[in-house]
């Protein structure tokens, strides 16, 4: 499906019937990295996985592109869908928690949204990685934004330069099906913008009315965990849950989606 927003085009794909959920992705992937997600979810849900602009079938981000862009992307769908629960990962959830302080979302479940909190800076990595890309040196952009981010902090950067080189060599499909990894890089910039101007005390979404469900993995990252339990007493209504033996990506289609669509079904139904 396609729906117009500030003249770009939003595309998503749809599964299944029942109940309407949109499904928001996260950096450096596209719809097609929640298509086991939906899939799980397609049994009892209609489930919307849209490209966020930029991305995948989505039209291009404009200069400026940020925090209100992809708000109005994401109202955009819900206007054409006429769906009141949101699932954001990540960079995803960060645009769904603050799209939330003005669009009706009825039900929001968020997995780990990297905002700023405590002395953690989320988007450090950014300088080093406009540098990489200025030269043409997108794999080692990748392996900055990959340690920077702590998703594979355990893996060596030297191992992953190459490793990212030849997948973009190669031209294979990188996290989303049918981009590669070379397009979905850069893309990260759009990202770091979002999380950059979420800055600001965790109190702000205080004022946040969706029924509420915090999602996280026992691998992930700690200063996620801290994020995590920076919102569990600010939100109105909210509840956690901790699953465990996963990461920061269990949504994803690498990941356990299984794990979270178990969750999803129960919170909203």
Request: no cysteine; charged share 20%; proline share 7%.
């Amino acid at each position: 499906m396609m729906a117009q927003a500030a003249r770009t085009d939003i595309q998503w794909r749809s599964f299944g019937g029942g109940p309407k959920v949109v499904l928001l992705h996260g950096g450096m992937q596209t719809s097609a990295n929640f298509t086991r997600l939906a899939r799980s979810l397609a049994a009892g849900f209609t489930v919307y996985v849209p490209d966020r602009r930029g991305r995948g079938r989505s039209g291009p981000a404009a200069p400026g592109h940020g925090l209100r862009a992809e708000i109005d992307d994401l109202a955009t769908v819900l206007d054409e869908t006429g769906a009141r629960n949101v699932f954001g990962l990540s960079s995803g959830a960060v645009i769904a928690l603050r799209a939330a302080m003005e669009l009706p979302i009825e039900r929001l479940a968020l997995y780990e949204p990297p905002l700023k909190h405590g002395d953690h800076d989320p988007v450090a990595w950014l300088p080093r990685f406009e540098k990489e890309l200025a030269r043409g040196r997108r794999a080692a952009a990748f392996a900055t934004v990959t340690k920077g981010t702590g998703e594979l902090r355990y893996v060596p950067r030297a191992a992953l330069i190459p490793m990212a080189g030849l997948l973009m060599w190669a031209g294979e499909a990188g996290p989303g099906e049918g981009v590669s990894l070379g397009e979905l890089v850069p893309t990260m910039r759009l990202d770091a913008a979002v999380v950059e101007e979420a800055a600001g005390p965790l109190s702000t979404y205080a004022t946040v009315a969706s029924d509420t469900l915090l999602l996280g993995g026992e691998r992930s990252p700690a200063y996620l965990k801290g994020v995590l339990n920076g919102l569990e007493p600010v939100l109105p209504r909210v509840r956690r849950v901790t699953l465990g033996g996963v990461g920061h990506l269990a949504a994803d289609d690498s990941g356990k989606p299984e794990l979270v669509a178990a969750q999803l079904r129960t919170f909203f139904r």
